[in-house]
């Protein structure tokens, strides 16, 4: 490998060898895999998912687990050009040397390069191409519950909580190998056996059900990570503190498809975090979850962990995904900081008007932004990113009117206690999303979403408001996959084949490569994103059951026309999703845990 680094771009992206990394004996393990992540070193070495697998499965003797990701278009160029294949970071082997491909579905946008990590590591694109010697390929992730897109390329389909559920599939793997059944003959086996694993080409089941780890104290968490030889997107050790989300805001697929709330105990948390931190020498930490706020022991844990560290003369300032807009964030960034520079924190209103927000089910009010942005301001805090969509369900010209104005009133009342204050707005286009309230709902057109994006910019033009927005083209192409068939897999391999690499990449996006694979598979790319759909009909992901009832859904989304909130079901009463009373678990907060424990 080291011959080649010199004519590629960013050649830290390709060494591997890290600090930390297991050493496996190749030769003795009883069971192969290599974990491709389809995009970058620096986003996949970034994404916390991948990293649990990586640990898990490696603290099994009989395993070996390595790692792949997309190489970069001037990689894969000269990798093909010299005739070799693309190779595990680990033993340099080639991916169709191991037993199993485990390929990460994490978003839309990476689909083509899941077909040159097969392509470039020797493996046929299609599974009916396969033959007995070649290896499994899995796919797991969020992107596994819309499957239908992409399995032609897939043997098979993990879905939901994937620690537990890959390492019983890889026992089976195992044994049946052991008795000298055929790759084919496994699967059959693994599709009968396993209801959270759909087999394309086999099954005949009616319903594919999520697994589920009812209790995350009881989960695998690696106390060790490795430490990368140059940046990563999230450049810091990370603790999950929880998984799942109730908020329930309404285009998010994340709070639907991952019910309910599981939290980890104080205790856990702390000693996870001494560990990953004296492990690696990384002095930032990063308590994440779909809403870290949220985690009920959120200020003891971060003051246990500063005491902790600071007894080791190790000064450890935290970082949580964005924070909630009240004053219990803002007294939690003063805290996360510990004694550190006051940079920038981050905030979703999603929406600039009180009636966009309780449509999406946002709960939030502009006195509580206003509070929130007041007292940060006195606090010295200089910098506020905020998130905003365009394009959401019932949204009119009011609704974007009111998101700049709401935008500068944010701004006047920063300058009015910090001379200093500044706004970075960041804009994304609405993407509909299956298993969500909004499912039924179409994009809004092209022109729509480009015009208003444009005028928000235009509007806030000026001093100390940096605004920033997403393709469109991006997003449409996003709303197509998120909602797409069987169909659509046609579709992206011919883009592929014309050249489509890496499109949730701005410089690498060539939207004529899709536009005239759609044509030329008879597909309309608009049917699939800019339709409203029906309560009655079929959807392609009807099959796979996340727990959550379609009534629900549906209800949700007649809400949401509405303009009505619901609660969240931690605080409040049951919603009746649906997910807890269908399979007998229920949201675990670690606050009941530490109560219950001192008792």
Avoid at 97 to 108: K, R, S
Avoid at 123 to 150: H, K, L, M, N, S
Avoid at 400 to 417: D, E, M, P, Q
Avoid at 532 to 542: N, R, T
């Amino acid at each position: 490998m080291v011959e080649w680094l010199s004519y590629v771009s960013r050649p830290s992206r390709y060494i591997g060898r890290e600090w930390n990394t297991p050493s496996k004996d190749w030769d003795k393990a009883e069971v192969k895999v290599c974990l491709a992540y389809p995009d970058t070193y620096e986003i996949g070495m970034s994404y916390l998912g991948y990293k649990i697998l990586y640990w898990y499965l490696n603290s099994f003797y009989w395993l070996a687990v390595e790692r792949a990701f997309s190489p970069w278009i001037d990689a894969e160029s000269y990798i093909r050009s010299q005739g070799d294949f693309l190779r595990s970071f680990e033993s340099f082997k080639p991916l169709k040397e191991f037993d199993f491909v485990g390929i990460t579905l994490q978003y839309e946008m990476n689909a083509t390069n899941i077909l040159t990590l097969l392509d470039l590591g020797g493996i046929p694109i299609r599974a009916e191409d396969r033959e007995e010697d070649a290896p499994i390929v899995i796919g797991g992730g969020p992107g596994a519950f819309t499957a239908q897109v992409y399995a032609p390329f897939f043997d098979c389909f993990l879905l939901g909580d994937g620690e537990e559920s890959f390492l019983e599939l890889l026992k089976l793997y195992r044994d049946c190998k052991k008795h000298g059944l055929r790759r084919s003959e496994f699967l059959r086996e693994a599709d009968k056996r396993f209801p959270w694993l759909w087999v394309p080409l086999i099954s005949n089941k009616k319903v594919v059900k999520r697994h589920i780890i009812p209790d995350l104290n009881e989960a695998f968490y690696p106390c060790v990570d490795l430490v990368p030889w140059s940046e990563i997107v999230h450049d810091r050790v990370s603790i999950e503190v929880f998984r799942g989300c109730t908020r329930g805001c309404r285009f998010c697929q994340a709070g639907m498809i991952y019910r309910p709330v599981r939290e980890r105990s104080l205790e856990k948390v702390v000693d996870l975090a001494k560990s990953l931190i004296c492990s690696t020498g990384y002095e930032e930490l990063s308590l994440t979850s779909l809403a870290s706020c949220d985690y009920s022991m959120i200020e003891s844990a971060l003051a246990i962990i500063k005491s902790e560290m600071d007894k080791r003369g190790m000064r450890i300032t935290f970082s949580l995904p964005s924070l909630r807009m009240d004053a219990f964030s803002i007294k939690l960034a003063d805290e996360m900081i510990n004694g550190g520079r006051k940079t920038t924190l981050t905030f979703a209103p999603e929406a600039g008007t009180q009636r966009l927000r309780n449509v999406i089910n946002k709960n939030l009010t502009e006195s509580d932004i206003f509070r929130t942005v007041e007292e940060l301001s006195k606090r010295g805090w200089n910098r506020v990113k905020l998130y905003f969509m365009v394009g959401l369900p019932t949204e009119t010209d009011e609704d974007i009117r009111g998101l700049v104005s709401l935008v500068k009133a944010i701004h006047r009342l920063g300058k009015k206690f910090n001379r200093r204050f500044s706004l970075s707005v960041s804009l994304a286009s609405f993407v509909p999303k299956a298993h969500t309230p909004f499912q039924w709902e179409g994009q809004y057109s092209l022109s729509y979403l480009s015009e208003n994006l444009k005028f928000i910019k235009r509007s806030l033009k000026g001093r100390d408001i940096e605004v920033h927005y997403h393709d469109v083209n991006l997003s449409f192409l996003e709303a197509v996959l998120a909602r797409g068939d069987g169909r659509i897999a046609s579709v992206i391999e011919r883009a592929w084949k014309k050249g489509a690499r890496f499109d949730g990449w701005n410089e690498a996006l060539k939207m004529d490569l899709w536009f005239s694979s759609f044509e030329e598979e008879g597909l309309d790319p608009y049917w699939y994103a800019q339709r409203k759909i029906s309560y009655s009909e079929d959807l392609p992901w009807d099959f796979i059951d996340i727990g959550i009832s379609k009534d629900f859904l549906i209800s949700e989304h007649r809400k949401a026309i509405r303009g009505k909130v619901t609660e969240d079901c931690r605080f409040g009463s049951c919603s009746l999703c649906g997910v807890c009373h269908k399979w007998g678990i229920k949201n675990e907060i670690a606050a009941g845990i530490q109560k219950n424990r001192s008792l």
